[in-house]
């Protein structure tokens, strides 16, 4: 990989992208692009697109693709990205995974990260999943903040999101199989997908993660 890198990251709801993107983009000094986090901030500002997004997250539904599309587009073009970006929740679609190639022409993404974890699993970190309504910090009720359900970090309420009811997870999760599955086999083909090993603890993970990330670097900067 040149300086910076030009990630995707891919897995199931509850695979564990959110946490351990957030700490590669540090690792790797690139934004960590995150459409669902943005989603939930335009909900939260409740905005008229905000209002209308809220109605596809909490039914588990699929933001339309030219909609998501425009605003990838719009964060990508911010400096922050010139250097590289960390995708994460985008693309999710093969017509969205289309429209990134053409929106970083003439390059490439250098990697995409299969975070695999099994499905009985992330079915059982969603359900006791909970999140910061002000950071977006992740607990869970087996490992829940301090004190409270007060965030550790920035002292917001702590709460399960709207969209990780039993209903909602499985029909997003029954989406990732139809739609975004296939992404799997879009950039395999493409010889840039590389799957990591996501059960553990979150600092195994992220040794797995550095490994693969930095093999391609190696092997990207050898050519
Ligand atoms: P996430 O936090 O990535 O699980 O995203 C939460 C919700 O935001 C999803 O269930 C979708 O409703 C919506 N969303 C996030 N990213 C996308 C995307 N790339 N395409 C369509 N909808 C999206």
């Given at each position: 990989?040149?300086?910076?890198a030009?990630l995707?990251i891919?897995?199931?709801?509850?695979?564990g992208?959110?946490?351990?993107?957030?700490?590669?983009?540090?690792?790797?000094a690139v934004?960590?692009?995150?459409t669902?986090?943005?989603?939930?901030?335009?909900?939260?500002?409740?905005?008229?697109?905000?209002?209308?997004?809220k109605?596809y997250?909490?039914?588990?539904?699929?933001?339309?693709?030219d909609?998501?599309?425009?605003?990838?587009?719009?964060?990508?073009?911010?400096p922050?990205?010139?250097?590289?970006?960390?995708?994460?929740?985008f693309?999710r679609?093969?017509?969205?995974?289309?429209?990134?190639?053409?929106?970083?022409k003439?390059?490439?993404?250098?990697l995409?990260?299969?975070?695999?974890?099994?499905?009985?699993?992330?079915?059982?970190?969603?359900?006791?999943?909970?999140?910061c309504?002000?950071?977006?910090?992740?607990?869970?009720l087996?490992?829940p903040?301090?004190?409270?359900?007060?965030?550790?970090?920035?002292g917001?309420?702590?709460?399960?999101?709207?969209?990780?009811?039993e209903?909602?997870?499985?029909?997003?999760?029954?989406?990732?199989?139809?739609?975004?599955?296939?992404?799997?086999?879009f950039y395999?083909?493409?010889n840039?997908?590389?799957?990591?090993?996501?059960?553990?603890?979150?600092?195994?993970?992220?040794?797995?993660?550095?490994?693969?990330?930095?093999?391609?670097?190696?092997?990207?900067?050898?050519q």
């Amino acid at each position: 990989m040149a300086s910076g890198a030009r990630l995707v990251i891919l897995g199931k709801q509850g695979a564990g992208k959110g946490t351990q993107s957030v700490r590669l983009s540090h690792y790797l000094a690139v934004p960590h692009i995150s459409t669902g986090d943005m989603l939930r901030a335009a909900v939260k500002a409740g905005t008229e697109f905000g209002q209308l997004a809220k109605s596809y997250m909490d039914s588990g539904e699929l933001i339309p693709d030219d909609v998501i599309m425009g605003i990838v587009e719009d964060r990508l073009a911010e400096p922050d990205a010139s250097r590289g970006f960390l995708l994460d929740g985008f693309p999710r679609t093969a017509i969205q995974a289309e429209a990134l190639d053409e929106m970083i022409k003439p390059h490439l993404i250098d990697l995409a990260i299969d975070l695999d974890v099994p499905t009985e699993l992330v079915l059982k970190r969603l359900s006791s999943r909970r999140v910061c309504q002000t950071c977006g910090a992740n607990y869970s009720l087996e490992a829940p903040p301090k004190l409270n359900w007060t965030c550790d970090l920035c002292g917001g309420e702590v709460v399960q999101r709207p969209d990780d009811t039993e209903v909602a997870i499985r029909r997003r999760l029954d989406l990732y199989d139809k739609a975004t599955a296939p992404l799997i086999e879009f950039y395999s083909q493409r010889n840039l997908l590389v799957s990591v090993d996501g059960v553990g603890t979150p600092d195994e993970v992220m040794e797995r993660l550095v490994a693969v990330v930095n093999k391609a670097r190696y092997s990207r900067s050898a050519q």
